[in-house]
């Protein structure tokens, strides 16, 4: 998912640098792994890991930056494969969690995605993981589920404090306090439901949460459009 600007940048801030040992064959790769990196050359930097790999296949860090620069790539398939033998070796690792889970929604796995989503929650509590479980939850039309994981988001104190990036169209995204974005949502949702009323009634409140909320902006105006037609078609006959 190419929205997940925070965890991109988080990605590729956490690579590692490797430590060298000035004898070895290792070194040459390690060095050319380090200086890649630090130019921004994830190509470069792939292949000296396979390298790296070929030498000393047991080093789970190795598939750790692997699994990264995958992501970093957009090459989902490869990041999560890599993220899960990680896991397979270190279950506690929430990087490569979070990395799986945003691999798999963006493969359109939303179901697996949840799943990891879940795991990852129930460990972080953070409202950001706990949001993008409710966007799952709706998009795989578990309505119930998703209400619940709302409602339940809307009771933290912090939910009107911390901020999430939202996707305003195919270029342009807002950052947006999560209540407002949990909201709209649900607004979403209702309309998703025929449940008209309670959709322009969430929409409203995100735009109360955030007057300058674009997305929630036009739900509003296309949903109070809807509502108005039918008065008009009235009049008309």
Not at 216 to 235: G, R, V, W
Request: aromatic share 8%; proline share 3%.
């Amino acid at each position: 998912m190419k929205k997940h600007l925070l965890i991109l940048l988080f990605v590729f801030a956490g690579f590692k640098s490797f430590a060298q040992n000035p004898t070895s064959d290792t070194t040459l790769q390690q060095a050319i792994y380090n200086k890649a990196i630090l130019f921004g050359d994830y190509i470069v930097a792939k292949q000296a890991l396979f390298n790296l790999m070929a030498q000393k296949p047991d080093r789970v860090d190795y598939i750790d930056s692997l699994a990264r620069i995958y992501f970093g790539l957009g090459a989902y398939p490869q990041s999560l494969l890599a993220s899960k033998i990680v896991l397979e070796k270190d279950p506690k690792n929430l990087l490569m969690l979070e990395l799986g889970a945003v691999s798999q929604d963006a493969l359109g796995n939303k179901k697996e995605s949840l799943e990891m989503y879940e795991k990852l929650y129930s460990q972080t509590k953070s409202l950001k993981h706990g949001y993008q479980m409710a966007v799952l939850q709706f998009g795989l039309q578990r309505y119930g589920e998703c209400n619940t994981t709302c409602d339940a988001l809307l009771t933290n104190n912090k939910v009107t404090t911390e901020k999430i990036s939202i996707n305003v169209d195919q270029s342009n995204t807002q950052e947006v306090p999560l209540s407002a974005a949990i909201h709209n949502l649900k607004g979403v949702m209702y309309k998703e439901m025929n449940q008209n009323d309670k959709a322009k009634g969430e929409f409203e409140i995100a735009l109360k949460e955030d007057a300058t909320f674009v997305l929630a902006t036009k739900n509003l105006e296309a949903i109070s459009t809807k509502a108005e037609s039918p008065k008009e078609d009235k009049k008309k006959k």
